[in-house]
């Protein structure tokens, strides 16, 4: 790299004896004085020092040798769901235990043997290598250039200009078969987003009971979650369903609910809302009765179930959507629809 | 050389066994014109330069530990009944990739210790990438050539976090399923594509039964390999380059200065090695870090309190969390601004400190090779971008663990979120400002320490009464070492006029210039180093005192 081709004045000019050493004189006294003598080691004079190192890295070696067949032992004799107490760290399981230290021992010995070894016993002289520009000299770079242009001349790409637009065109068409192959990774989106299991009639079932529900089980300030009939853990696509069909009630005082909409939609004070958070999908799990907030706890976006479950801090966009429920000619809770809007985090087709 | 004559000794196999193995191997590899140039290749030392060997050894030693996870490890979503000899999960569905990853730390002796090394290094895999980024950022060792080497170790930074990612997802258990709820969530915020996409990544409705094996491939082929190539190349470059090094007596832009990698370096990076391994090892073994069996199977209506991502995507989490929830709707469609907008906030954060080498660069105008680092003093500006960098990404993390943050100090969350929001804006310009002032401070005081000498803590007292602190003159190793780095002088826009009179037009983007080469670089932004003249004047003024 020559200092030619700086554009700007505003590089530091040339300066002294930031380049080249150059031998220290009383002119400069901030030149470069060349790399300091090298300094001998108390191994490199004493023979018995050096003798203390070559034992201390076999010793090193050794303890390695060692642990590596503690760590065989371990494997072998220790029962592998044995749990023992160790004090800070509490009840461990005691295979994983010794086969970590006597591992880790193994490799740490060796490891510093190898570094004792190469600061006390190998040379520690400093010696200087030359670095070279790593851009190619002019006439490389001519040569190159010119090579290519005879290349690109012999190839007739530049006059035939038919072979290199229909290569350029098969080229970028190719690459579409990969596009179209990744089309059957999923379904389209459709309405998917929009339907859940719930419909007029569904019965609300308790999810830790897989009972149906009457009013009278939901006392006042509980937090209930529900799922709709017919949804069995075992079923193929669960996950999916309660995905989407999970439902947390809550029983309030129906003279508690400001919002005209909940009321009409509750039945006897008991509101059923999503428990899909509609930040990023996270389950709803906690519930404070006094407030009849419910708290998302991935991101702390709380909800005023009294109040249409709007968002009252955090950051989801709205709130959740609310499943309008009645009873049934039995006295059941059941769904009287679907949620009336898509459940969970907003997307771009929600509106 | 190859005669017959010269073959013929070895045919007879005088020469030791190892040496005709090299023969061997250089007449069909020609591996001694390689070594001839690298084997006695020179490194230079520095504590600093050991990070980078952190991360390519516990990158080692993930995929050692990775593949033999692969061997039990079966990613699959078929729910199944557990009957393992986990006793508390007697009975519970949940998908095989769970039960696979119970019986790799209950089942397979050793299985654990595997799993949490595997878990570990990619902790310090991440930490290690992080902290070696800052440390080529703040010596300034990405400037030319080394701008395609800094890209290359941003990518794996990048990389390694999605791997991660991945990596924590495949046990599917309730903590890493939530963080894919999260991913999903985020994926569906984007605008037009977000359900596409959602839909194309989980072959269907979420969670779906795809997942995991999906992940799976991405996580051990897919980004390993792509890994495995940029850290093969970003070594290639390394020592096509020549590790750079600090100013010091002997050292210049045109040499290297150290020890030959055979033996010296060879066996301390070699040693280094098997020292991280031990280290990891040893903490897996004492330290427990994601216990899936205390955490049970993922449901996507169920939750544990408390949930973290691993701390590397702690800053993207931050971010989520401090977003105020903003929607747009109209005309039937809705923007997701409270997600979305984090999500490209972690982009474009990203970048800018990926492309920062070109910034700086466009803004010095130097084209010019630079091997010999800066201490971060000498560069203020520099140094006080990157403060503040490190400054917004700190607060996203502890952003990313407000909850935790508030419980542990007994704040309300909401005052956490309030702090996090405004200290994003605010912290680094006051980190900025404070960094800049703490450099110039260390530069005048290398200034003063050049032309009065070092303090040498004996006080002396003058025959008037007055005390005075005796000042030892530096060496000239020391005043060289002080005076090395280079200063810019800031950019102008030159003449506006032309020598005739002619209004020249200035283009937007030369003024841009010229401002920030001014912030860069102009009288408030460092302190003009000691001069010769200035040096004499003061130390043969000394005399007369
Ligand atoms: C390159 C960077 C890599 C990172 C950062 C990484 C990170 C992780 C993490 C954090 C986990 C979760 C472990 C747990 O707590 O259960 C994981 C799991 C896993 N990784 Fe990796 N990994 C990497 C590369 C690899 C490679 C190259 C392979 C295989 C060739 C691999 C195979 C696996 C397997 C099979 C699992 C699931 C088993 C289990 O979770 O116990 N990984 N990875
Ligand atoms: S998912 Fe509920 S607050 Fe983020």
């Not at chain 2, 007879?12 to 090299?22: C, I, L, M, Q, S």
């Not at chain 2, 095989?96 to 990619?122: M, N, P």
């Not at chain 2, 701008?147 to 599917?172: C, K, R």
Request: neutral net charge; charged residues 20%; contains cysteine.
């Amino acid at each position: 790299m020559s200092s030619q081709d700086i554009p700007e004045e505003n590089l530091p000019a040339a300066q002294r004896g930031t380049h080249a050493p150059k031998p220290a004189d009383d002119k400069n006294p901030f030149a470069d004085p060349g790399l300091p003598p090298h300094e001998h080691r108390i191994q490199d004079i004493d023979e018995r020092a050096a003798k203390r190192s070559e034992r201390t890295v076999a010793l090193l070696f050794t303890v390695s040798m060692l642990a590596t067949i503690g760590f065989i032992a371990s494997f072998v004799a220790i029962p592998h769901d044995k749990s023992i107490y160790v004090f800070p760290l509490g009840h461990i399981n005691a295979m994983n235990l010794a086969l970590g230290l006597t591992l880790g021992v193994a490799l740490f010995t060796i490891g510093a043997g190898a570094v004792h070894w190469a600061r006390t016993l190998m040379s520690d002289e400093e010696v200087a290598d030359e670095r070279h520009p790593i851009e190619a000299s002019p006439e490389v770079r001519a040569k190159v250039h010119a090579d290519f242009k005879q290349g690109a001349k012999e190839s007739v790409i530049g006059r035939r200009k038919l072979i290199r637009n229909t290569m350029l065109g098969a080229l970028t068409l190719v690459p579409l078969s990969g596009v179209v192959l990744l089309r059957d990774l999923g379904p389209l989106p459709g309405t998917k987003l929009r339907h859940t299991l719930w419909n007029k009639g569904k019965l609300l079932v308790n999810m830790n009971t897989n009972e149906p529900m009457r009013p009278s089980d939901i006392a006042v300030g509980s937090l209930t979650f529900a799922k709709p009939e017919g949804l069995d853990e075992h079923d193929h696509g669960f996950q999916n369903e309660i995905a989407k069909a999970a439902l947390m009630l809550i029983r309030l005082e129906p003279e508690a609910i400001k919002d005209k909409r909940e009321l009409e939609w509750s039945h006897e004070g008991i509101v059923a809302y999503s428990k899909i958070c509609t930040h990023v999908g996270c389950p709803i799990s906690l519930y404070e009765q006094q407030t009849h907030h419910a708290l998302c706890p991935c991101h702390q976006s709380t909800f005023d179930l009294a109040d249409g479950a709007r968002v009252i801090f955090g950051p989801a966009g709205h709130a959740l959507p609310q499943l309008r429920i009645g009873v049934n000619d039995e006295g059941y809770l059941e769904a009287l629809s679907d949620f009336e809007e898509p459940v969970g985090p907003a997307f771009w087709e929600r509106g | 050389m190859s005669t017959a004559a010269n073959e013929a000794p070895r045919s007879r196999g005088k020469a030791p066994a190892g040496e005709r193995v090299a023969d061997w191997a250089d007449g069909r590899l020609g591996i001694y014109s390689l070594a001839k140039a690298n084997m006695r290749k020179i490194f230079p030392d520095h504590w600093s330069f050991m990070l980078g060997e952190i991360c390519l050894y516990s990158f080692i030693i993930i995929i050692l530990t990775g593949v033999y996870l692969t061997l039990f490890f079966h990613p699959s979503m078929n729910e199944v009944e557990y009957h393992g000899s986990y006793v508390p999960m007697q009975g519970q569905l949940m998908s095989e990739a769970y039960k696979s990853t119970l019986d790799i730390s209950f089942d397979v002796r050793g299985g654990l210790l595997i799993r949490q090394i595997h878990h570990w290094a990619a902790i310090i895999f991440l930490a290690g990438m992080f902290v070696h980024m800052m440390r080529v950022f703040f010596t300034g060792a990405f400037r030319k050539p080394r701008e395609i080497n800094w890209l290359f170790g941003f990518l794996l930074f990048v990389l390694g976090m999605f791997t991660g990612f991945t990596g924590y997802s495949l046990p599917d258990d309730l903590l890493s399923g939530t963080g894919v709820r999260f991913t999903q969530g985020a994926i569906l915020s984007v605008p037009i594509v977000g359900t596409y996409i959602s839909m194309f990544l989980f072959g269907g409705e979420f969670p779906g039964t795809d997942f995991v094996a999906r992940f799976y491939s991405i996580h051990i082929l897919l980004l390993p390999g792509i890994m495995l190539g940029l850290v093969v190349g970003h070594l290639i470059l390394v020592f096509y380059h020549k590790h750079t090094q600090f100013a010091g007596p002997g050292k210049t832009n045109k040499n290297v200065v150290g020890m030959p990698l055979l033996p010296v370096y060879m066996a301390k990076a070699g040693g280094f090695f098997f020292l991280v391994f031990g280290v990891i090892a040893a903490i897996a073994g004492i330290a427990s870090v994601n216990p899936i069996w205390s955490i049970g199977p993922y449901r996507p209506d169920q939750v544990s309190t408390g949930a973290q991502p691993d701390w590397y995507m702690g800053f993207a989490e931050g971010l989520v969390r401090a977003m105020p929830g903003w929607e747009i709707n109209f005309w039937g469609h809705t923007l997701v601004l409270g997600v979305f907008v984090p999500l490209v906030i972690f982009g474009l954060f990203l970048a800018i400190i990926a492309l920062y080498p070109f910034i700086e660069s466009w803004v010095t105008g130097d084209k010019r090779e630079h091997h010999i680092l800066d201490r971060p003093r000498n560069a203020p500006t520099r140094t006080a971008f990157g403060v503040a960098w490190v400054t917004a990404y700190m607060i996203m993390l502890i952003g990313g663990g407000n909850d935790i943050v508030a419980t542990h100090f007994h704040l309300s969350i909401n005052a956490v979120t309030w702090f996090v929001r405004i200290g994003f804006f605010a912290g680094p310009v006051i980190a900025f400002v404070i960094t800049k002032r703490i450099c110039l401070g260390l530069q005048r005081r290398d200034k003063e320490k050049v032309l009065h000498g070092r303090e040498s803590g004996i006080i002396k007292r003058l025959p008037h009464g007055e005390f005075i602190e005796v000042h030892e003159p530096l060496s000239q190793e020391q005043l060289h070492t002080l005076t090395a780095h280079e200063q810019y002088k800031s950019a102008e826009i030159g003449p506006t006029v032309d020598e005739n009179g002619v209004q020249r037009k200035v283009k937007r983007t030369d003024k841009l210039r010229a401002k920030l080469s001014k912030s860069y670089y102009g009288p408030e932004s460092q302190i003009p180093k000691p001069t010769v003249e200035e040096y004499k004047e003061i130390t043969s003024g000394h005399g007369h005192h």
